[in-house]
């Protein structure tokens, strides 16, 4: 058997991490076994719909570097893969069951169906359709009520027993069928629900094996029954856990979750995110953490799925994207960092660009280290960049010098500075540290004022390094500068 799975998102908004780790997930699986990836988009409910979000689903997996073989657009032969060019097929099915007394036309308008729902909440049954119409005299009466009415389609489900489906993950789930009602299959607006639709064209797709979150258990029971009305055979379910904040609530922004692209653009790397999402109910082993893409196909099995809830650590994120960070290699990830560093709203001043990319290639070394996202760039690399640096005059004075100490370390700092010709790491380092100890100043001392008056800042990467990279001309006009905000 070929795999052949799919990702069914509905165009609703920004694909979120939940989603987009089932998208994930279908991913590996088809690539692991040499299957078929297929996107669909479920936009069957047009109330729902957001515009521009089949663009901004697509670019999300373009995003991850997750391809797919069969999508919106393709011209293979199981498309289209929008529902909404689909609605005959739809139309087709339901009409089908009518005939063969699986399925019935329903006229009762929303309002007594509100009124049904209240009814038997006050009597404590479990509220859904009270199944008027599926008898000739409701709906002869439902229509007299309302003439002009377009019905909708319900499936005929059974009125009580037991209805089981088997998941993978979690083994066979037994359901209450007096607990589900006559569900909606075709809406009077022509469209088809969620279930008929999707029950459809995984068959018609040739769907192997329906992976998706754990959210869409309930309506498996549901599509069981479809499939069977439709003498189909059910796909594999798989159903991946719930994700949980790490406070055990549901996950929200409040735990930093967002939408795939927001991601992008708070300068996560993708291999990171797929990296971290992979984590998210799969594991390898107990131990095993750091996957490329290509291991992560290489061991993905829905074998190690696991059924616990998976908890979404925005710190495991970060954890990663640094890691990513120090695996590129130095050209590639200053190519990285440029957009970031250009960036007209977020980046550097203007007058700091374009970018020089040769001295920005020997930035990057220093940086990586200390780097957990690339939009942290400008802010952390601007010192190497800014013309005239910004800051607090009394940062020059360091522990136990007053402010002449200070001055007398920085004008020696500034002889030494431009009397030497060997900018190299090394000798700047014998230099100051004989300086150090001509002025009887701890190196501590002296260092952290060419620090500050070098970098603007008390924290920046390894002095001399630094010095060697910003340049003898830099270091010399802006040891000048802090002497005079002295
Ligand atoms: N359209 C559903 C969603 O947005 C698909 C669920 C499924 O995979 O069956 O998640």
């Not at 279908?26 to 089949?54: K, M």
């Not at 003439?147 to 209805?163: D, L, Q, Y």
Request: net charge negative; glycine share 6%; proline share 6%.
């Amino acid at each position: 058997m070929t795999v052949r799975v799919r990702y069914a998102p509905s165009p609703t908004g920004d694909p979120h991490v939940g989603n987009i780790r089932s998208a994930l997930f279908n991913w590996l699986y088809a690539r692991h076994t040499g299957g078929t990836f297929i996107v669909r988009i479920e936009d069957t409910d047009q109330a729902r719909l957001v515009p521009g979000s089949v663009e901004t689903i697509l670019d999300a997996l373009r995003w991850l570097g997750l391809d797919w073989d069969e999508g919106p657009g393709s011209q293979t032969p199981h498309g289209p893969y929008v529902q909404s060019e689909r609605l005959d097929i739809y139309k087709e099915h339901a009409a089908r069951l009518i005939i063969e007394g699986k399925a019935y036309e329903c006229y009762c308008t929303p309002a007594r169906l509100d009124a049904v729902r209240k009814a038997r909440q006050q009597a404590r049954q479990p509220t859904g359709y009270d199944r008027r119409c599926r008898e000739l005299e409701g709906a002869r009466q439902a229509r007299e009520e309302n003439p002009s009415a377009k019905p909708v389609v319900r499936f005929k489900m059974p009125e009580e027993g037991n209805i089981t489906v088997n998941d993978f993950v979690r083994g066979e789930v037994t359901f209450d069928a007096a607990l589900l009602d006559d569900f909606v299959l075709l809406k009077s607006d022509g469209y088809p629900t969620y279930h008929l639709a999707n029950v459809v064209d995984d068959h018609l797709m040739e769907i192997t094996h329906v992976m998706r979150a754990e959210e869409w258990l309930p309506s498996a029971p549901r599509h069981r029954l479809l499939y069977e009305a439709f003498g189909y055979e059910m796909p594999r379910l798989i159903h991946l856990p719930l994700i949980l904040g790490p406070d055990r609530s549901k996950l929200s922004k409040r735990h930093g979750a967002a939408s795939v692209l927001e991601f992008r653009e708070m300068g996560y790397l993708p291999d990171a995110l797929v990296n971290f999402l992979a984590l998210l109910g799969w594991s390898l082993d107990e131990s095993s953490e750091v996957f490329s893409k290509d291991d992560l196909v290489k061991h993905f099995t829905p074998e190690r799925i696991l059924a616990n809830p998976a908890v979404f650590n925005i710190e495991k994120l970060d954890w990663f994207n640094g890691l990513y960070i120090r695996d590129m290699d130095d050209a590639v990830l200053a190519d990285a960092l440029v957009p970031w560093l250009e960036d007209p709203e977020h980046g550097l001043p203007a007058n700091a660009l374009p970018v020089n990319r040769e001295y920005l290639a020997s930035i990057v070394p220093l940086e990586r280290e200390r780097l957990k996202r690339l939009s942290e760039a400008p802010e952390m690399l601007s010192f190497f960049f800014e013309e005239r640096l910004h800051y607090d005059p009394a940062l020059l004075v360091p522990k136990g010098l007053d402010a002449d100490g200070a001055r007398d370390a920085l004008e020696a700092a500034l002889a030494t500075a431009d009397g030497t010709d060997d900018w190299s790491v090394a000798e700047l380092e014998a230099s100051y540290r004989a300086l150090a100890e001509r002025l009887e100043v701890k190196t501590g001392q002296l260092f952290g004022a060419v620090r500050v008056a070098v970098t603007g800042r008390t924290a920046a990467p390894p002095l001399f390094d630094t010095l060697a990279v910003l340049g003898k001309e830099r270091c010399v006009a802006r040891l000048r500068t802090a002497l005079t905000a002295l």
